[in-house]
């Protein structure tokens, strides 16, 4: 009869085609004997691509019967940590190993993705040559190291040397507190008019650049200044140095030594510091990060070859100048194992062979990135591999990791909503501190809190 | 239109003289795209190239880049495309031709389908497609592309038929036709316009649509360019705006062909409004 | 034997001939269970559509709208197991303070760009093109057009090039000696209202160029005889008889505007600070920036109503066939 057979066309097409499709679905090898390696790929970051074909050749071939399956994702931050976290929540998809930011690593391995290290990091003979800082990093919240550093970055002051002698000033620039800062940016502001004295980033939509390369430079850097307790995690509320560093910024843009507000607000600023302003010399100062000389590299999006003449870095001093002198903020990637990998042997060996001396080595002068193993920074060939290398290795004694907990996302926005209200003038740093602890205690309760 | 008087003559200026400045106004901000891709150091901002290159163009036109992801696009968005076309115009029928009980809150249910959050929905889906293990799979995407394009598709489709006279129909059944040889014998050779007009706006919706396959397919040579085309963003906020902005014409220029052949096919623009117009 | 389903002229009735005599009662009886068969019949084809849309759609939209009642996440304790919080994620929605601005805020976005900008775009551009001549005609449409092919996002990249403030519209304005303003910075809702206008016009006006051809030609000739200008037969001949179409078109670009995203976020980012926030870039930083996965579907929860809400209003107020 039609009517049914319309039907049971219907369904085997649909069957069929289920099937079909269920067929030609990623092979899911459950047996262990393949380890998925799950990590970012992209158009211009393919230096991690190219790592890890090579750690494949090594590997299988010292251990054979195991296969190593690739899986790129290209995306960015978000998009990736979403793609990521997806594949994670299904058995069938979760990989055994991930490129993991140090931001996600408390939060990921709290939801059960991640498998705690500490049991293979025991017997590996390589383990105390990463600096302890760069292993704090790789902590979960209950302490176990669930990250293993690939490569941090740290931030300072990116000065034009050009600018700086216009407005003459003396390089190389070595400023030991706040007011240094300013003041050289005065004395731009007064004999370089043209150009945008001092950048920092600030405001809502640069997001976790304004908290991290802007007010975190600035807050721990001020006397005992961090975001929470070390000791009990309790976040800070009341903070004399919450409050100092937004000063600051209010001085910067209010003062008019900064960008215009429409400027550092713009969603696209970022790329506009970096491919436009530094290089045509608009910009005297910009605190930023230790990855900037990748854009201007000849692989990079904008290549600038005199960027090395042109361009000098200072530390950024602590508020007063008082010990340790110099701060500075890291972040960093690591590679971590999947919590129910069905070979987390194989996956931790892939680990200790893409992270040993020199794969550590030839990846982070690749990507840009500072070394995080004492070994490979006390290395020749990475020191000279960038100029700029030599000087942010050595501020990573100083450096300060976030405490990238379950909040923080929410917590980092309430910072960059502080920041904005500052330095459109709209409240006055107190207003905005006493804001802040408001909403704090609207994301982690008032038992989580401690006057700071 | 009638005899050509004085004032139809003005008003024929007039008209050509608004709508070539409203096209000049829709140009306009496609000037930076056309700019920057010849453009060896675009930026964001509009500036005349400081010298002519097809350096982009050449970095863009590759097998990983280009070919791969938009034969993928295709592949996506034409399956996609043909199965929901064959799903809408069956649906379509009984809604258009009979008055049954169903057609009402069928039709209504669907309307709000057009407005579902599908990058909200995409956890749920994620956990379906992994239980199904349906994960990396092309067929069980281009499905969900398909389910997802229905609601629009079936509304389409039955206004197109509904502007079919149903006494062609109407003379077969007394000759004893059956449902499904109308369908497929009648009402379709008419409609062709009409399936032609939803193939390819199923088909535009699919060509950029990011999130679904990025999310479902996990291989990166399955991925098509609307996903594909996020290569040219690099870390901390680096974009390789000429490359982008060469690839986006590469990227853009197969669907708008696409759409001059069809409307052109199809008597001008004209036609491909009337599956809509409700 | 024939099977009901197989002869749709059964449905005018006629009985076979050489049976007993029935009560009214028996073929009362026999007729229902007759519809019901061919009703059944009848909805065959609708079954693939039914299978796919409920396979694929509507486990993921229940499990969605239950999520929304969890404190469900990708990340975070909570992502191990989600607790069922009841209204929470609504309670904490109405109590945020961005929310309302950015009810507002999708409002006015939704009404100025596709109530008013993209259906009288359209509109016009329809009632234009019919006096134009054949390459006006098609230099028009590929560029319209043009814009609403363009993928999400190099659609918005271009917007942005060109409403920033020193992108395409200042550079014009100051070869004519204007200076322009901070568009993006100053004018947020301005910009993107314009971007997406820019953006979805061609819909609008594909669907009025084939309503406004199916004004029959001898009604507004009749009128011009009578002596009715031009603006006149616009509002009391061709607009009332298109009327179906303008609600269907309100109806379908509303909806597809309220969703808008990617446009916005890479324009203004929302900003500054929440100027430019409607309800997707809301939702976009609850659910993926912060993995309040919960949170985020109960904001697209709301933006479902406000969908449905719209669509009421249309259907009421316009009428159009549905049957």
Request: one cysteine or more; proline letters at 5%; glycine letters at 10%.
């Amino acid at each position: 009869m039609r009517g049914k057979r319309i039907i049971g066309l219907t369904a085997l097409l649909v069957g069929t085609a289920l099937l079909a499709s269920g067929c030609s679905a990623g092979g899911n090898d459950g047996d262990g004997k393949t380890i998925k390696i799950a990590y970012q790929k992209s158009g211009n970051f393919v230096q991690l691509d190219d790592h890890f074909k090579e750690v494949k050749k090594t590997f299988e071939k010292a251990n054979p019967g195991v296969k190593v399956q690739l899986v790129t994702i290209a995306a960015q931050n978000d998009d990736y940590y979403t793609k990521l976290a997806l594949m994670n929540r299904s058995a069938s998809t979760a990989p055994d190993v991930m490129y993991e930011d140090t931001f996600k690593v408390k939060s990921d391995a709290a939801a059960g993705y991640l498998l705690p290290l500490d049991k293979y990091t025991k017997t590996w003979g390589d383990w105390d040559k990463f600096f302890d800082n760069a292993k704090a990093a790789g902590l979960g919240e209950d302490g176990k190291t669930y990250g293993i550093p690939m490569g941090t970055d740290t931030r300072a002051l990116w000065y034009n040397k050009e600018i700086f002698a216009k407005a003459g000033l003396t390089v190389p620039w070595k400023p030991k507190t706040w007011d240094d800062v300013l003041d050289a940016a005065k004395a731009i502001k007064a004999k370089v008019p043209d150009v945008t004295p001092l950048n920092v980033y600030s405001g809502k939509t640069g997001g976790e650049a304004s908290t991290m390369q802007g007010f975190e430079m600035l807050l721990y850097g001020t006397p005992n200044g961090s975001l929470n307790d070390e000791k009990t995690g309790k976040w800070k509320v009341g903070s004399k140095g919450f409050e100092d560093s937004l000063q600051f910024i209010k001085d910067l843009y209010v003062g008019g030594y900064g960008p215009t507000p429409q400027e550092a607000l713009d969603p696209n600023f970022g790329t506009s510091v970096s491919a436009e302003l530094l290089p045509q010399g608009k910009l005297g100062i910009d605190l930023d990060g230790s990855w900037l000389s990748g854009t201007w590299l000849e692989s990079g999006t904008n290549p600038w070859p005199e960027w090395n003449d042109v361009m000098g870095q200072a530390a950024m001093p602590t508020q007063n100048g008082q010990k340790p002198g110099e701060v500075s903020m890291s972040g960093g990637w690591t590679l971590a194992v999947g919590k129910n990998s069905k070979n987390p042997q194989a996956a931790f060996d892939f680990i200790a062979d893409a992270l040993d001396k020199d794969g550590s080595k030839n990846y982070d002068i690749a990507a840009s990135q500072i070394a995080v193993r004492s070994d490979v920074a006390d290395d020749k060939e990475y020191a000279d591999s960038n100029p700029s290398f030599a000087f942010f290795s050595s501020i990573v004694a100083n450096t300060h990791f976030r405490p990238a907990t379950t909040d923080y996302s929410r917590i980092s926005n309430e910072i960059t909503v502080a920041m904005e209200a500052v330095m459109t003038g709209q409240q006055s740093p107190k207003e905005a501190a006493a804001a802040y602890d408001e909403a704090l205690v609207g994301i982690v309760g008032k038992d989580k809190t401690v006057k700071g | 239109m009638g005899m050509t008087s004085p004032s139809r003559r003005s008003l024929k200026t007039v008209s050509n003289t608004v709508l070539v400045l409203i096209a000049v106004c829709f140009a306009l901000p496609l000037a930076w795209l056309v700019l920057a891709s010849f453009d060896p150091s675009a930026t964001l901002s509009i500036k005349a190239p400081s010298s002519f290159t097809l350096d982009n163009f050449a970095k863009v036109l590759t097998p990983e880049i280009s070919f791969i992801p938009l034969l993928n696009s295709l592949l996506l968005s034409g399956g996609c495309a043909i199965v929901t076309v064959v799903v809408a115009i069956l649906a379509a029928y009984p809604l258009s031709r009979y008055r049954l009980r169903i057609n009402k809150p069928f039709l209504y249910g669907i309307l709000f389908g057009t407005c579902l959050p599908i990058t909200a929905m995409m956890v749920p889906v994620y956990s379906l497609f992994a239980t199904l293990n349906l994960i990396d799979s092309v067929g069980g995407t281009i499905f969900f592309l398909a389910a997802s394009s229905l609601p629009m598709a079936i509304w389409m489709a039955k206004n197109f038929m509904d502007s079919v006279p149903i006494s062609l129909e109407e003379a077969a059944w007394t000759d004893g036709a059956t449902m499904l040889s109308t369908l497929t014998r009648i009402v379709v050779p008419l409609m062709r316009p009409g399936i032609a007009v939803v193939a390819i706006f199923v088909f535009i919706q699919a060509w950029g649509n990011f999130f679904v396959p990025f999310v479902l397919l996990l291989s990166p040579e399955k991925q098509p360019a609307a996903v594909s085309i996020f290569n040219f963003f690099g870390e901390h906020g680096s974009v390789a705006y000429g490359q982008l902005a060469a690839f986006s014409l590469v990227y853009s220029v197969p669907v708008i062909a696409l759409y001059v052949l069809v409307s052109r096919g199809l008597g001008g623009g004209n036609a491909l409004a009337g599956g809509i117009k409700g | 034997m024939v099977a009901i389903a197989e002869t749709p002229a059964r449905r005018f009735g006629g009985e076979p001939g050489g049976l007993p005599p029935e009560t009214p009662k028996q073929r009362a009886r026999r007729r229902s269970q007759i519809a019901t068969r061919r009703s059944i019949a009848r909805s065959i084809p609708l079954l693939p559509a039914i299978v796919l849309l409920s396979v694929f759609l509507l486990g993921p939209v229940i499990s969605s709208f239950y999520g929304s009642f969890t404190n469900m996440s990708l990340t975070g304790a909570a992502a191990q197991g989600s607790t069922f919080i009841g209204f929470e994620n609504y309670a904490k929605l109405f109590g945020d303070r961005d929310f309302p601005k950015s009810v507002l805020l999708t409002l006015i976005f939704v009404f100025a760009s596709a109530v008013v900008g993209q259906n009288v775009l359209g509109l016009g551009l329809a009632l234009l093109m019919r006096s134009a001549n054949k390459l006006v005609r098609s230099l028009v449409g590929t560029f319209v057009v043009a814009a609403w092919v363009l993928p999400e996002i190099v659609a918005a990249f271009s917007a942005y090039a060109f409403f920033s403030s020193k992108g395409t519209l200042n550079t014009i304005l100051g070869s004519v000696g204007i200076t322009g303003e901070n568009w993006l910075y100053d004018f947020p809702m301005l910009s993107v209202i314009l971007a997406n206008i820019w953006r979805g016009a061609a819909f609008s006006m594909l669907v009025y160029s084939a309503a406004v051809q199916e004004v029959p030609q001898e009604i507004t000739e009749s009128a011009e005889v009578d002596g009715a200008g031009g603006f006149k037969r616009l509002i009391y001949i061709t607009l009332p008889v298109i009327r179906r179409s303008i609600s269907t078109n309100l109806m379908l670009t509303t909806l597809q505007t309220l969703s808008v995203f990617t446009l916005i976020y890479v324009m203004t980012g929302g900003g500054p600070g929440t100027n430019s926030s409607t309800l997707p870039i809301l939702a976009y930083q609850e659910a993926f920036k912060f993995s309040q996965l919960g949170f985020g579907t109960a904001i697209a929860t709301i933006m479902l109503l406000v969908g449905a809400v719209f669509s009421i209003i249309y259907i009421r107020a316009l009428r159009p066939e549905v049957d």
